[in-house]
C-alpha cells in the first residue's frame, strides 16, 4: 500500500517561508515516478482546497490562484519525495497540509502537517 508522510510544518511569521516535504513509500508494482502529486489544504472550519500540483516527471505544475507566484512545488523521483517551499506566507495560509498521490483514478493521502502562519 502507498504510505504518504508530510513533514515540515510549523509556526512561522507573516512574510516568512516553510518547505514541507512528502516521503512516499510502499510501491509493488508502479514507483512514485507513475504518480503525479498534489498538495492540499485544509483550515479550521473549511473545506480541503487545493493548492499545487506537479506531474509525475516533474516537467509541469500548477498552482491554486491564492497560492501563485509564493508557493512552488518539487519532486525528486530519486528519493521518493515531493515538497512544497513557501515563501510570503500570510495568515490565510495558515491550515493543515495533505499531500497526495495520484495514479490514474486512485488517489492516496498522508496524515497531513499543520503550518501556522502568525506574528
Known amino acids: 500500500q502507498v504510505h504518504l508522510v508530510e513533514s515540515g510544518g510549523g509556526v512561522v511569521q507573516p512574510g516568512g517561508s516553510l518547505t514541507l516535504s512528502c516521503a512516499a513509500s510502499?510501491?509493488?508494482?508502479?514507483?512514485?515516478?507513475?504518480?503525479?502529486m498534489n498538495w492540499y489544504r485544509q483550515a479550521p472550519g473549511r473545506q480541503r482546497e487545493f493548492v499545487a500540483a506537479i506531474t509525475r516527471a516533474g516537467d509541469n505544475t500548477i498552482y491554486g490562484d491564492s497560492v501563485k507566484g509564493r508557493f512552488t512545488i518539487s519532486r525528486d523521483n530519486a528519493k521518493n519525495e515531493m515538497y512544497l517551499q513557501m515563501n510570503s506566507l500570510k495568515l490565510e495560509d495558515t491550515g493543515v497540509y495533505y499531500c497526495n498521490g495520484v495514479r490514474g483514478s486512485r488517489g492516496y493521502w498522508g496524515q497531513g502537517t499543520q503550518v501556522t502562519v502568525s506574528s
Open positions: 510502499g510501491f509493488t508494482d508502479f514507483t512514485f515516478s507513475d504518480y503525479a
